[in-house]
């Protein structure tokens, strides 16, 4: 069976992209980013409640590493234009979940990103985004819309716990870059250690085998 690492979060989009890969054949593993401190615990508390809902509702174990992902924010913050944020976070997230999921033997990553739903999700940001990494990038829920994710989170179960009360992150630009142009990105994570914060997430990562 051919195996995927998602990148899951307590928001309603990704649990749904992660039911949708599990019912065509995939075996899924889960990583999550915990963006302490621009987040309280509560986005991390749901995404484990999720993990467990999906683990139960399917039958299956599933591997969940949480990645210490505020320190990357707040550094990129520090050192970089801060209209870059997202379109560094999700690179970041992208080559942690790549070094992951080799290791996990994983052939794709699984996102429930959803297009032009927010500023990391337009065509050329989604672009430079995955020029971050060589691993395909599956992303079922693209041209849903928003009624449409939340009907199937609805018909799924995990609509419930991805609506509880949590922080949104804080780390979000005021004016983030829509329209990403690659050579200005790879110019500001020059200002940063990014190899040395990847090799650190990877080996820092907590692991939760969650089991039905």
Known sequence: MKKALSLISSGI??????????????SVDCIHFDNQPF????PREKTVKQVEFLSKK???K????????GRHQAEFMRNANKRYGCIFCRRMMFKISQRIALKEKCRYLVTGEN???VASQTLDNM???DSAVNIPILRPLL????????????EIGTYNISIEKGI??????????????????????????????????VKSAEVIVINP
């Not at 987040?39 to 509560?42: F, G, I, L, Q």
């Not at 599933?62 to 992902?69: A, D, E, R, S, T």
């Not at 020059?190 to 997430?201: C, M, N, S």
């Open 127 to 129: 672009a430079a985004a």
């Open 115 to 117: 297009l032009g739903q």
């Open 143 to 154: 041209t849903y819309d928003k009624q449409e994710i939340v009907d199937a989170a609805k």
């Open 168 to 201: 949104c992150c804080r780390a979000v630009p005021k004016s983030p870059i829509t329209k990403a142009k690659i050579d200005i990105i790879l110019y500001e994570e020059k200002k940063v250690d990014v190899k040395k914060l990847l090799d650190d997430a």
């Open 13 to 26: 989009d990704s649990p749904v992209a992660t039911y949708l890969m599990t019912k065509k054949g995939l």
């Open 39 to 42: 987040t309280d615990s509560r």
């Open 62 to 69: 599933i591997k969940l590493y949480i990645v210490n992902h």
């Open 58 to 60: 399917l039958n299956k």
